[in-house]
C-alpha cells in the first residue's frame, strides 16, 4: 500500500519552457516508481508537457513571464499502478465550458489540441478553472495491461 | 536537438531533426523550416526518425510546414518510426495528413508520386513529357 505523502513530488517552477525536459524527466522517473509501462510513462510524458505549454502560453502576460512571476506547480502522486498529475497555476484562467465540446470531439481545434491529446493519453482528466482564478489540469495514468 | 537540411536532386529538401522538438525547442525548428520555406523549397521530407520526443507545439510547426508546401503545388511527408512519437501523430489526427511513414525510403516514395502527377497534370498532353 503507498503512502500519500511519502509517493508524493511537488515541483515548482518558473513558467519558462525551458524547464520542460526537467519535468518530464522528474515525472517519467515517478511513473517508473508506479510501475508503469515504458508507453505508459511515454504517454505522461507528453500529457505533462502539454499541460505545461498550457501554463505557459495561456496562464499568464508576457511581463509576469519575463520577471519570473508566472509560476506553475506540478504535483505526481505516485499510486499502485496508477500515477495522478496535477498541474496548477494561479494565472488568468478560463471557462473549461469553452473548451469541452472541442475535447469531445474526434477532430479538435488547433487551439486546443494540446488539452486533448492530454485526454487521449490518460485514463482520466479533468480542468478546475475559472477566469481570474488559475487553472489545475489533472490527470490520472494507470498501468496498461 | 540539432537540424541539417539537404537538397537532394534539385527539388527535394530533407529536414533532419535529431533530439526532443518540445515547445523550448521549437522556435530553432521553426526558424530553419522557414528558412527552407522561404528559399522557395516546395517538397519537404521531415526526417524524424531520431527524434525521441513532440509535442503539440512541435507538431504544429510541421502540419504548418505543409500547409505552406502544399499551397504551392508542393507536400510535405514525415520519417517517423518510434512509437511514442508516431503516437503524437496517430492521436492527433495528423498521420495521414502529413504522410507519416515509417522510413525515409518510403516518405520519399510518396512525394516522388505526387510530384510525378503534378507534372502529368501540368503537362499539354497530360503525359510527363
Known sequence: MSNPLRDTLRIELPCDAKYLHAVRLAVAGAANRGGLTVQDIEDLKVAVGEACNNCIEHAFDEEAVRSGSARMRVTVIVGDGEVRVEVEDEGRGFDPKHVISALESQAPASGNLGLYVIKQMTDYMHIESAPGSGTKIVFVKRRSR | MSIHTRLVDDWLVVVKLRGELDAYLAPEVRERVEEVLGSGASWLLMD??????????????IVGAAKRANERGGDLSVACSRVNVLRVFEISGTKDLLNVLPTIAEARAVLEAARARSRASESPGGGDA
Open chain 2, 48 to 61: 524524424l526518425t531520431e527524434v525521441e520526443y513532440i509535442d503539440s507545439v512541435g507538431l504544429g510547426i
